[in-house]
C-alpha cells in the first residue's frame, strides 16, 4: 500500500498543534489587520489612492481572508456566535477592498492581450503623449484617453495569433481590423475604468462606515482575546486542517482533469459566445477549487505554527494556476460583456470576440497547468 513520506513542512508529520497554535495565528493576523489599517489611513485614499494606500489595503485583504479562514477550518474550536458573526464580515471587507484592484488588473490583462493578438509595436497607453487632437464624438470617447489613443496602434503590424492570424485580405479589411481594435481598446478603457472608480469610491464609503469600524473593534478585541471553547487548548488541530484537505482533493476529482490534461482543448469555447450573461457555467467547479485550496493553506499555515517555515512550492503554484484561471474567465467575460453594447460597430465587435476567445483560451491553458501542479502534488503524498 502506498505510504505518504514524512515531510517535515507537512502539517500530518509535525508534532500536534493545538489550540493556542490557533488562538497565536489568529491574533498575528489581527494584529497585521490593525497595522494595515493604521498604514491605509496614515497614507490617506486621495482620488485614487498612493501606492502606500495600495499595499496597505493588500494587506488589510490577506489578514482578512486568514483570519475569516481559519475561523472556517476551526470552527469547532471557537465560540460559534462570534465566529459566525465575524466570519462573512471579514470576507465582505475582503471583497469590497478587493474591486478596485480587479478592475485595474482586467483592464490591463485585456489591453495588453489586444497588443499581442495584434501585433502592435506599442503597448497600450504609450500613444499618449501624442499632439493628435482627437475626433469629435461622444464625450465619453473623447474620455478614453491614453489608453484609446494607444490602442489606436493596434494591429499596424501582422496579426499573428488566435482569430486574427488569418484576416480578410485587402487593404480595406485590414483598416477595418485595425478600427475595430482601436474601438475596442477605447470601449473596454471607458467600461472598466469606469467601474474601477465607482469600485473606488465604494471602497472609501465602506472604510468610513460604522459596519467597518465595528468590524475593526472586533479585531482589536482579537489581537488581545480568542474565544476559544473550553477543550481547545487540548484539542489536536491536524484532524480538522486533514478535513480541509480532504474537501479540496474531492473537489479537485470532480474536475475534468482528463480533458485539463490536453493543453488548449478550448473545449470551454462550446458556450463561450452565448448571449446569456450569467458566468461561464464550466467555470464555478475552478473557482470552488481557488477557494478550498486557499482554505487549505491557511490551515496548513496554522497547524505549522512556523512563521520561517518553507512555502509549499507545489501548492503555490497550483495556486497561481487556479489564479490565472479566475483572472482568465473574468477576462473574457469583460470582453464578452463589452461585444453586447448597443450599437457597436462590426469591426468593434469582431476585435471583442477574438479577445474574448483569445482568454478562454488562457482559462483552458490554466486548467492544464494546475493539472500539471496536481498531479506533481499527488505523486509526491503517495
Keep these: 500500500m502506498a505510504q505518504r513520506h514524512l515531510d517535515p513542512t507537512d502539517p500530518m508529520a509535525c508534532p500536534a498543534a493545538t489550540g493556542d497554535a490557533l488562538a497565536g495565528y489568529l491574533r498575528a493576523q489581527a ?51 462570534w465566529s459566525e458573526g465575524m466570519r462573512p464580515e471579514l470576507a465582505w471587507v475582503s471583497g469590497t477592498l478587493a474591486m478596485e484592484h480587479a478592475y485595474t488588473s482586467r483592464l490591463e490583462r485585456l489591453l495588453t492581450a489586444l497588443h499581442r493578438l495584434s501585433g502592435s509595436t506599442s503597448l497600450p497607453g504609450q500613444a499618449a503623449s501624442s499632439p493628435t487632437t482627437p475626433a469629435a464624438g461622444s464625450r465619453a470617447e473623447q474620455a478614453a484617453g491614453s489608453r484609446a489613443a494607444g490602442a489606436a496602434r493596434v494591429g ?19 483598416s477595418n481590423l485595425t478600427v ?14 469606469l467601474a474601477r472608480t465607482r469600485a473606488h469610491s465604494t471602497a472609501l464609503q465602506a472604510m468610513g462606515s460604522s459596519r467597518f469600524h465595528a468590524i475593526a473593534d472586533k479585531v482589536a478585541v482579537l489581537a488581545s482575546e480568542v474565544p476559544l471553547t473550553k477543550d481547545a487548548a487540548t484539542t489536536d488541530l491536524r484532524p480538522l486542517a486533514l478535513a480541509a484537505h480532504d474537501r479540496l482533493t474531492d473537489a479537485v476529482a470532480a474536475l475534468p482533469l482528463i480533458t485539463a490534461g490536453h493543453p488548449y482543448n ?35 499555515e496554522v497547524v505549522l ?11 503555490l503554484a ?10 482568465a474567465s473574468e477576462a473574457a467575460a469583460a470582453a464578452a460583456q463589452a461585444a453586447r453594447t448597443p450599437r457597436i ?24 497547468a494546475f493539472q500539471q501542479c496536481w498531479e506533481k502534488e499527488t505523486v509526491s503524498t503517495r
Design 31 to 81: 494584529t497585521e489587520f490593525l497595522r494595515a489599517l493604521r498604514l491605509h489611513r496614515e497614507n490617506g485614499s486621495g482620488a485614487n489612492g498612493s501606492e502606500g494606500s495600495a499595499e496597505a489595503a493588500r494587506a488589510l485583504r490577506r489578514s482578512a481572508r486568514r483570519i475569516s479562514s481559519s475561523l472556517h477550518t476551526f470552527q469547532a474550536l471557537l465560540d460559534t456566535d
Design 156 to 174: 499596424a503590424a501582422a496579426p499573428r495569433d488566435a482569430g486574427l492570424r488569418n484576416p480578410p485580405a485587402g487593404t480595406q479589411e485590414r
Design 180 to 193: 475595430g481594435a482601436a474601438k475596442a481598446g477605447a470601449l473596454l478603457d471607458r467600461q472598466l475604468t
Design 266 to 300: 478550448a473545449a470551454a469555447l462550446i458556450h463561450g459566445l452565448s448571449p446569456d450573461t450569467v458566468p461561464h457555467p464550466q467555470d464555478a467547479p475552478w473557482h470552488q477549487v481557488r477557494l478550498l485550496l486557499r482554505l487549505h493553506r491557511y490551515a496548513r
Design 305 to 315: 505554527n512556523q512563521p520561517d517555515a518553507p512555502a509549499d512550492l507545489r501548492l
Design 318 to 327: 497550483a495556486g497561481q494556476a487556479l489564479n490565472q484561471h479566475r483572472d
Design 345 to 368: 460597430a462590426p469591426a468593434t465587435a469582431y476585435a471583442l470576440g477574438v479577445l474574448h476567445a483569445d482568454q478562454r483560451h488562457e482559462v483552458e491553458a490554466a486548467r492544464f
